[in-house]
């Protein structure tokens, strides 16, 4: 069996990772044959609450995995990390404007970008979950310039598995039946969920999804729509924030990352942007990405209709907008 690896978990007492640290130990992202040490920080008052995850971890009774630590001290959880999911972020409490949430998580990503630059190893894949995700993924990536930026990704893999979901139901086929639905951009509503490269197997053979939902306004109206607002719709029915189906898609994308994406098949991911469909270099920019031998590449040369044009440059420049807020504060 392999040597273990590191695997970091920030906002380890939280919600999303009381679902995601059962996968990570049981194998499911990092395979069967891969020991894991959970490495896991939140911040000093979660302390006891994170005992507590320590404790259910010990009894899972899984071989997989091997040494858990607990931590508030970002050099102890973030020593020679293979695997970083940067769950932990402040939520939005009431009253709280998007600019003060930013300005508060654009703190801890400095903090966690550092902290990975000194002690992670070189190779680590960070997976920024916390919100505001791509921007928060940016600003990390920028404060740990000696790791490559193609290392740090922001998670839509939601958004994605969300819009697959749907296409599904609308076409009565199992998920899997439905393939290469793309997010482009912000993992926010100004999210373009986009169903035109789509393809779905039928038992009369495989079918672009425009083709197959012949219905373009449902596609370019109430999807998008659908999609952009799920979150909240889970938010206003649970009166708390999706959790389970977050942790599943956080699993989904690293495992993708880790091991490769199959032939054909594309995920999405926000990723730096390298100019790609005209997108602005230096923001986090979900995109259809293929992944092989731990690297990815942005899928090219697909059509971009005016309808998708104008999407892909909304969500651009709220990211924009974002970078330079983040910057600011990060001048202050
Ligand atoms: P919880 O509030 O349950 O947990 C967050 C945890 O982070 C808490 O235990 C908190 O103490 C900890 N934390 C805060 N600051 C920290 C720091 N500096 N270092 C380490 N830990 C710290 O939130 P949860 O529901 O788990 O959501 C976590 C984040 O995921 C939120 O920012 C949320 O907005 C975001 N989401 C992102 C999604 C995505 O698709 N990218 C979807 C789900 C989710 O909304």
Redesign the pocket.
Known sequence: MAEPINVVV????????YSLLYQLAAGSVFGPEQPINLRL???PP?MEVLQGVVMELDDLALNLLREVTPTADPAVAFKDAAAAFL?????RKQGMERKDLLSANVK?FKVQGEALDKFARKDVKVLV???P?NTNALICSHYAPSIPKENFT???R??QNRAQAALAARLSVQVDRVQNVIIWGN?SSTQYPDAHHALVHLPTGAKPVPEAVNDDAWLNGEFVEKIQKR?AAVIAARKM???MS?AK?AGDHMRDWWIGTRPGKWVSMGVVSDGSYGIPKDIVFSFPVTIKDHQFKIVQGLPINEFARAKLNATAKELEEERAEANSVLEQ
């Open positions: 920030t906002g380890a007492a939280g919600q999303i990772a920080l939140d911040i979660m769950v932990g972020a402040m939520p801890i979950v916390g919100n995700a922001a998670m839509t939601l958004d993992h979150g924030s999706s959790a977050a898609a």
